[in-house]
């Protein structure tokens, strides 16, 4: 039996509380956490791999899988293998233990060479990471997938500004996206991000034009080494 250990120098807890749980995992190439991690990994997540023809997303999904099947077994108290996965309508994963569904949420973002794991109890979460990127048409971009104050604020900066007000925006959306588990078929331009968090403020609480009824609370987790972002669903007891 493979046990999940916090100590791997590829898994570092970033936050743990009674809700959500988020860890960073280090997605630079190294032969041993890589094997780590294949050591997690089920007969249908190895054949994944193998389809991959670089090496980068294979690395990037197997340090990320395993990451969160060590998070899931300990959450859940189940070993490595009674833990599976199926996926929504829309392509979003969920866990099974034993084959049953389980009531836990989680989600999974990455871009190399950073990746982030959140996962909650009862209610819908969506993470997002970023690694910055400055040559982009960001204007261009954001025409599309903005709504009109936003655009406002990426037209008024310029240079690396611009860079990274795009990406703070850019992983703020994609969390809630990811969060709804919708993916291409929510259109990015049909809500805005609340002023206060895109005029600084680290953590916001949000309602979607399209899903009145609920409330959500968007935080920016970013550092100077990445930009990202996690979106979680407020429960009402």
Known sequence: MVFCNFDYPWIRLIRRTDKITIVYVDLTPGELHEQHAIDWLD?????????????????????????????????????????????????????LVNRKPVSISFNVSHSDPHGLVAITHGMRVGIDVETTKYER??????????????????????GIEKAHLFLRFWTLKE?????????????????????????????????????????????????????????????HP
């Open 43 to 95: 007969e249908s997540e190895l054949k994944r791999i193998q389809r991959y023809r670089i090496s980068r997303p294979q690395r990037e999904f197997a340090l990320c899988r395993a990451a969160l099947r060590c998070m899931l077994c300990e959450q859940l108290g189940c070993e490595n293998d009674q833990l599976s996965f199926a996926a929504e309508n829309y392509g979003k994963p969920y866990a």
């Open 137 to 158: 048409d960001f204007d261009g971009i954001a025409s599309v997938v903005f709504g009109p104050n936003e655009r406002v604020d990426i037209a008024s900066v310029s």
């Open 175 to 235: 969390a809630v996206v990811k969060a709804l588990g919708t993916g291409l078929a929510t259109d990015l331009t049909e809500f805005e991000i609340s002023p206060d968090i895109r005029h600084g403020a680290r953590r916001s609480v949000i309602q979607l034009p399209m899903i009145s009824d609920t409330w959500w609370v968007l935080e920016d987790l970013s550092t100077p080494d990445y930009t990202a972002a996690i979106a979680s669903e407020i429960i």
